[in-house]
Structure formats: C-alpha cells, structure tokens
Nanobody, 123 residues
Framework: QVQLVESGGGLVQAGGSLRLSCAASGSTFSIYAVGWFRQAPGKEREFVARITGSGYSRVSADSVKGRFTISRDNAKNTVYLQMNSLKPEETAVYYC????????????????WGQGTQVTVSS
C-alpha cells in the first residue's frame, strides 16, 4: 500500500503559477504510476496528467498541455504538478492518485488517493 499527501495549493491570480506536490509513504514508490485529477464543485473528477513509475512516460489532458507539467523524484517519493498560466475555471480541489498499473485515465481505476489540496484562481 501507499499513502499520499498533497500540498502546495492556495490562492493565485489568473495567469499565475503554483506547484503542487504529492508525497508518498508506505511502499516502494517507483512501482506506482501517479495521476493528478481535479474536481470543481458540482462537477465530476477530471483527469489532469499522469506519469509512469519510472517517470519516462507522461500524459496530460489537452486542456492543460503547454501549461502544466507533471514530474517525479523517486528519491524523494514525490510527484509534482507545475501549473502555469492558471485560469479561473481551473479552481478546484486537486488530488493525486497512485496505482501499480500504468496508462490509467479514469479516476475509479486508481487504488490510492490523497486528501486533496484546494487551488483557487481569482480573476
């Protein structure tokens, strides 16, 4: 099993940047693929980006390509989401999730979740 804790959320103006962190504990982190999702009030949880255990393969949603970057440091058991040029409509709770399988885009496919971190983008 793996435990996940997100951090780095906060309030930022439109066009600004934030870096989210997802810290893992409890198991060999490098065997887990990690995904970032977000959920705005009244909306379904939405895929943002994912990265394989090795960090070799990364995929981002079309809506964030060129602005968000997912990365990981397995020596620190941490996955990051660098978010640039943020938009007000990206206000949401951001979650990281982990699974031993790779290539997952659907939230329900991930076995392990953090508690989420709030990102608020003001206009």
């Amino acid at each position: 099993q793996v435990q996940l804790v997100e951090s780095g959320g906060g309030l930022v103006q439109a066009g600004g940047s934030l870096r989210l962190s997802c810290a893992a504990s409890g198991s060999t982190f490098s065997i887990y693929a990690v995904g970032w999702f977000r959920q705005a009030p009244g909306k379904e949880r939405e895929f943002v980006a994912r990265i394989t255990g090795s960090g070799y393969s990364r995929v981002s949603a079309d809506s964030v390509k060129g602005r968000f970057t997912i990365s990981r440091d397995n020596a620190k058991n941490t996955v990051y989401l660098q978010m640039n040029s943020l938009k007000p409509e990206e206000t949401a709770v951001y979650y990281c999730a982990a699974d031993r399988k790779s290539g997952l885009f659907v939230a329900s496919d991930y076995d392990y979740w953090g508690q989420g971190t709030q990102v608020t983008v003001s206009s």
